[in-house]
């Protein structure tokens, strides 16, 4: 008898230490790219590995997806478009391998507040496909996807999306955060750590991911993207090249 509760007590221990799916870097991807709403479009949740998700549906009058990749690959380059994204939350950017253009491969630097708390990050724009598989851009919808670390260090302490479909009134951006993906940095790529194996068991994301961090990004998203709505199309149609389709087809 002894022995058998001595080996839940052990059993108990293992999965407070590196939950349910153990070690696991896993993604729930699933309803990323649906056409439907998912069960959770605006909330958060924690995994079954600690790995909380946070999401924010943005609905978007009068944008067009491509809108959305304007304003990153091309538009935002100084602090000044940066502020105006976030005009309480965003104090300061840069951008690192940054091309003309493009956006894959790029790294937004910014100071910026989430909730009460100050924060420098490195977000790294990375291909679509080391999240999702059989993904295709077009002109009803883009999918723009980040990991995000430590501004003045090598960590990597999560991932997000953001996926912009085009409706009948304009465009909806579903934002979806994964909290708690740890890896280690060597320049753009990741690299195997002892704080990855460490930072990635439910424990060490159950104690350093609170429901506020959580809430506080969902709130920080839906203002965000509420002010990029508001402010994005006339923005488009007095900056972006004449010959652009979408201006074009707005102007007509």
């Known amino acids: ?7 839940i007590a052990v059993f108990l221990l293992v999965l407070v230490i590196i939950g ?14 649906t056409d439907d709403y998912t ?45 105006r994204w976030h005009p309480t939350a965003h104090a300061w950017m840069d951008w690192e391998n940054k091309k003309p253009g493009e956006i894959i491969g790029a790294s937004h630097l910014v100071h910026e507040y989430i909730g009460q708390e100050f924060h420098k990050l490195r977000i790294q724009f990375v291909d679509p496909a080391e999240f999702i598989e059989h993904y295709q851009e077009s002109d009803n919808q883009i999918a723009i996807f980040v990991s995000t670390g430590l501004l003045n260090g090598p960590m990597i302490l999560g991932s997000m999306c953001h996926v912009v479909r085009a409706t009948a009134w304009g465009a ?33 994301r159950y104690l350093f991911i609170s429901p506020e961090m959580a809430t506080d990004l969902m709130i920080h998203a839906v203002e965000e993207m509420g002010y990029l709505a508001d402010f994005l199309p006339e923005l488009y149609l007095a900056i972006a090249p004449s010959t652009s389709p979408l201006v074009s087809e707005q102007r007509d």
């Open 1 to 7: 008898m002894k022995q058998t509760l001595i080996a």
């Open 20 to 33: 349910c799916v153990p070690f696991s870097p896993f993604r729930d991807t699933n309803g990323v790219l």
């Open 39 to 83: 069960e959770m479009e605006t909330g958060i949740h924690r995994q079954a590995n600690g790995i909380y998700v946070v999401k924010a549906l943005t609905r978007m009058p009068d944008v067009k997806p491509r809108m959305v990749k304007w304003w990153f690959a091309e538009y935002m380059q100084t602090t000044e478009h940066y502020k």
């Open 172 to 204: 909806e951006m579903r934002s979806i955060f994964w909290l708690g993906h740890v890896d280690r940095r060597n320049g753009n790529n990741q690299v195997p750590s002892i704080e990855g194996v460490l930072g990635n068991t439910a424990l060490m």
